[in-house]
């Protein structure tokens, strides 16, 4: 046997080896299946996995835009007319949001932890300085005092109100945006104190907010089932809450939305506890994104999760008392925050009825400012890029006895909106690349078997072909006897040499 029919007897052998094997790699996805086993368990809260210390202390900086709706035309809103806001901000706040007094428990099953938050001005993404700026908005604690007095009798309602008069307190105050936002010794709340110790002297709409946690945690770690990973099992010692009128309102579903299970598809509902808003909620898949060269998912709320219940019934257990609903794109959360009639929404209105939107001069909700979205890498579930917006806003109505509400018509009136904004930062950005390139070209390594299979195949053709050539052009040389044509003997011959 010759050396290139050796060549070709082991080219083919090796052909037919690698595209069997990466054939049946690809059919039965073994290294698919290994790295998504591996991503299973990586992807736990362990102190042995290392995603634990990225959620002990998030890397990348989160940034806490305010905005306000400055009022306007105060006395015509009064006299019965339609309010005109201007919306000023941004004032941005860094957010420090570590976990603390964290515990194992159930044999590593679950996890507690606080999670702190506190906040730091940031002038260089700010319109202004907040301890100057002036912003006149709905006087909260008035409206807390209006909405607690309600059900008692006229005379006396008129009797208080003549009181809160005499001290100066009116519909709107005029503050500095620091003092609304963090706080100040309200007037008619230090006169309740006098009568009731247990009333704060002081208001603000982030007033002892700042260093301070939104309540007890405890999360499962993922480790029995990595679809469970970070999702929270009880809050505050709760596995479902009390004060909305239906056994799915009161659930408590998903993660508190730092962290989701890994191997996302575009098909399922993410849930989110948000804890400001005193409920769950889901985002829905939108559309791929691209953030600093990294593939993502765009989540969002869909439409149907602030919908009215005449739409949607499964919002119904969100009125309280029930049947006492709002329209679409409202939520009133008066129920776990005692006071104020308060109502959230996304920010300007975005997605609500239009009557809320027309109800105020000034609002021009759209898409790119006022959606909350959440970018997740779907392999790692890692987020990349989230953006979370709500709005708050009071209800404000005519209250017989105070006659400065007489002449309102019902408005739900909007405060403030915040923008909570975090982007993966650029380390853990390369590390991602880094991490998503291995996990591709370990998945499609098989593939690559194949390849080379399919390459070798095309050599195992080419050198067939040639060593065919060069079989028949030897046996044409042996057919032809030679001639001699130096003295041709005949006419035949002679026409032979010729040729």
Known sequence: MTRRSCAIYATGIVSAHLLIVGIALVVAQVFQTMIHERLKKEFTLTEASQVFESWKNPPPPVYMEYYFFNVTNPKEFLA????????IGPYTYREYRPRENISFLENGTKIYAL??????????????????DIVRTVNIPFVAVMNELSSYSFFLRTGISMYIKSLGVDLFLTRTVHEVLWGFKDPLLTKLHTMRSE????????????????????????????LDYGKIDTWNGMRKMNWWSSNQSNMINGTDGAVFHP????NELLYIFA???????????????????IQAYRFAPPSDVLMSPKENPTNEGFCVPAGDCLGTGVLKVSVCREGAPIVVSFPHFYQADPMYINAIDGLSP????????LDLQPTSGVPIRACKRAQLNIILKRVQGFPSTRFLNETIFPIMFVNETATIDDDSASQMRTLLLIVT???????????????????????????????VGIALESCIKPLKCEQPTDIIDAEMCVK
């Open 80 to 87: 019965g007319g339609k309010a005109a806001v201007q919306q």
């Open 115 to 132: 999670n702190p938050k506190s906040f730091v001005f940031v002038p260089e993404k700010s319109v202004g300085n907040p301890e100057v």
């Open 199 to 226: 009333v704060d002297e002081y208001f603000g709409l982030m007033w002892k907010k700042n260093g301070t946690h939104e309540g007890e945690f405890v999360f499962h770690t993922g480790v029995e089932n990595y």
């Open 263 to 266: 191997l996302i598809n575009r």
């Open 275 to 293: 804890a400001d808003l005193c409920r769950s909620i889901h985002l829905a898949y939108v559309e791929d994104v691209e953030v600093k060269g």
């Open 366 to 373: 759209n898409k790119d400012e006022h959606e909350t979205y």
């Open 441 to 471: 070209l370990v998945s499609n390594f098989p593939l690559l078997i194949v390849g080379m299979g399919i390459i070798l195949l095309l050599v195992l053709v080419v050198l067939f072909c040639r060593n065919r050539q060069k079989k």
